[in-house]
């Protein structure tokens, strides 16, 4: 069954500070229409520019994703866009105030409560996967960064950390599916080393930095309180109490999960890959990942897609087909030349793969334009309701006793023309369960693996014969 996309019911309105810049920020997730994606509105700025989420507008992987486009950079976009790609919200405009995402706790927990909150809206068009259909490896050698995306029916990420620390060690973190994302991973905050404070703070990276919103992470156990203040006083935290009992946390942070480090890191994952736009169907296996890392094998797999689509679907003809023209015809009641489908591919409990060879000798070549021998919009149409029909009839005992009466055809359209040689691929899927005998489908028509036409239909499946 086909799935739709979804944007939200209404706005969702937060506020907070920056991490890195520490600037406090309102931001408000505004529902948008089908097909379009996942951009940012900087509304403090001349003109509103609008920067799109995408790998290629990347402009800085420093300890966050920052996207520049139009003049308009987007500070720390991660956390709120795993959030939005976990809970499948498809489109949506997301404005701030300010350069940079709000921090909140550092997860991506507060951005789901409002999504729940709020509620999803389903749309029209349907969603668009990107299916992999080989392995794709990508490695940073020098860094010690690994990556590898292989085929899966669901969106998979594992991932293994590895700092070399006592307090860390090595760890794993799993997400089997993207449903587990609200449960297992959106609440892990992200985290620090107490020996990276110094650096961050010097290089302007961390000025909201705060224990409410980040794990500070120690590693050994003899720091004098004279070094604490220090890198109060050099964060600006004066009036912070910072205390440290042995290796571990600071103030002796709780972790949600033993393994929260890694399981942030898978987080960071899905809101950097989120930047492809569309929901995955792979399974990721990342080791020591980064923004970097998260970043390059993202421009990497949205190269790879687009190749794919250059290629077009492949589907499998050589193969016996499930029903040949002699079976069709047992089952249809059309007969040449109004018999547009020549065999039945695969048959499933939601989808069906028919074809139709284009030759020449048809009689609508005759009439229809002469000379520029195209085959007819409406008869593409008809073919593709005779396949889904052979769907439903395939769902009744005693085919042959029923006819399937198409109620209605809507969101038709014609993506190029299709002529004498050519060989349609039909593929249809339900977009809902058959009920009282009524049978809803989206279909696409394909030359070549390129999509030509697409169509929605309503059929009715009427027993009006007896033995």
């Known amino acids: ?69 139009n003049g308009a950079k987007v500070y720390t976009t991660e956390h709120v866009l795993a959030a939005l790609y976990a809970m499948q919200v498809d489109n949506v405009l997301i404005q701030l105030d300010g350069p940079e995402v709000p921090i909140m706790d550092g997860s991506s927990f507060p951005f789901v409560q409002a999504i729940k909150e709020v509620g999803l809206e389903e749309q029209n068009a349907d969603r668009e996967y990107l299916e992999l259909d080989e392995n794709i490896k990508w490695e940073d050698v020098e860094k010690g960064i690994e990556f590898l995306a292989i085929p899966d029916s669901e969106y998979r990420i594992t991932v293994m950390v590895d700092y070399n620390s006592p307090v860390l060690g090595t760890q794993h973190a799993s997400m089997y599916k993207i449903s587990d994302f609200e449960q297992e991973i959106s609440r892990c905050r992200t985290f620090v080393f107490l020996r990276e404070l110094e650096y961050l703070a010097k290089n302007d990276l961390i000025k909201g930095g705060d224990l409410d919103n980040a794990i500070v992470m120690v590693e050994r156990d003899n720091i004098q309180q004279e070094e604490l203040d220090r890198l109060a006083k050099l964060l600006g935290k004066e009036d912070l109490s910072i205390q440290v009992d042995g290796i571990g946390t600071l103030n002796n942070t709780k972790l949600h999960f033993e393994n929260e480090p890694a399981r942030h890191k898978l987080l960071d994952i899905v809101g ?23 970043v390059q094998f993202a421009k990497l797999l949205k190269e790879h897609f687009k190749q794919q689509l250059k290629k077009g679907k492949v589907f499998d003809l050589t193969s016996e087909p499930v029903y040949d023209t002699i079976a069709i015809e047992k089952m249809l009641p059309h007969r040449y030349p109004f018999l547009l489908v020549d065999k039945i591919m695969e048959v499933t409990d939601d989808s069906i793969i028919g074809v139709k060879n284009i030759t020449m ?38 085919p042959h006793l029923y006819s399937t009466y198409f109620m209605k055809i809507d969101s038709t359209k014609f993506k190029a023309m299709v002529r004498p040689g050519d060989t349609v691929v039909f593929e249809l899927k339900l977009l809902s369960p058959i009920r009282r005998g009524l049978v809803n489908m989206s279909g696409v028509a394909y030359v070549d693996g390129k999509p030509v036409m697409e169509s929605e239909m309503l059929a009715q499946v009427v027993k009006d014969k007896t033995e």
Do not use: W
């Open 1 to 69: 069954m086909a799935d739709k996309q979804k944007t939200l019911k209404k706005e969702i309105k937060l506020s907070g500070v920056g991490l890195h810049t520490g600037e406090v920020v309102n931001l408000t997730i505004c529902p948008a229409a089908e097909k379009h994606g996942y951009r940012f509105q900087r509304v403090d700025l001349e003109n509103e520019p609008i920067v799109k989420a995408d790998p290629d507008n990347v402009v800085s992987t420093a300890r966050g994703t920052t996207l520049e486009q």
């Open 272 to 294: 950097d890959l989120a930047l492809l736009g569309k929901p995955i169907k792979g399974h990721i296996l990342a080791a020591r990942p980064g923004h970097g890392g998260n």
């Open 361 to 398: 000798n048809e009689p609508q070549f005759t009439g229809h334009f002469p000379g520029n021998p195209i085959f007819p919009g409406v008869l593409q149409v008809e073919a593709m309701a005779q396949v889904g029909g052979i769907f439903a009839l395939d769902k009744v005992e005693d």
